[in-house]
């Protein structure tokens, strides 16, 4: 080590993905997955990032099922542990169907359309990554640290 540097503590990315069909049933398996990896991972169930974990894959893969769906195609579930940080990604083939980038407060009648506030209030920072048509993909970064 050199005066003056600051050693760099090595980091562990732990990684997971599943494709899943694009029907209810797939974002329900996902959601379930994505527990069960972390539990592995040695996030146990029930614990805040498990748990705001599992809201935020619902309410991605709910969205791809219902927004971003084509007919014989999947959606793909990706998890990334390391440092700090949970990355969920979800990516579906509907690039154009992409999510605004702010989400509006629906009217209190409204019965849907708070999927992405709740992503909002759960993750540090979320966002549409830039994919090739005809996929997009959705993700959101969790605090993982405490």
């Given amino acids: 080590m050199h005066i003056g540097t600051s050693p760099q503590r090595p980091v562990t990315v732990r990684v997971f993905s599943q494709r899943l069909s694009a029907t209810r049933r797939g974002a329900r398996l996902a959601r379930l997955l994505a527990v069960r990896q972390l539990d592995v991972w040695g996030v146990p169930y029930g614990s805040r990032l498990s ?10 893969t709910a969205n791809a099922v ?14 990334a542990l390391g ?6 990604e979800v ?10 980038s702010r989400p509006r407060a629906p009217g209190p009648d409204d019965e849907s359309g708070r999927g992405l506030l709740l992503v909002e209030a759960l993750a540090t920072c979320w966002g549409v990554a830039g994919e090739a048509p005809p996929r997009k993909t959705v993700w959101a970064e969790l605090d993982a640290s405490s």
Wanted: hydrophobic share 50%; no cysteine.
């Fill in 51 to 60: 748990e705001a974990a599992a809201s935020v894959v619902a309410e991605l």
């Fill in 66 to 79: 219902l927004h971003g769906r084509v007919p014989g195609r999947d959606f793909l579930l990706a998890l």
């Fill in 91 to 100: 990516t579906d083939t509907r690039a154009d169907r992409r999510p605004a």
């Fill in 83 to 88: 440092g700090d940080v949970l990355r969920v």
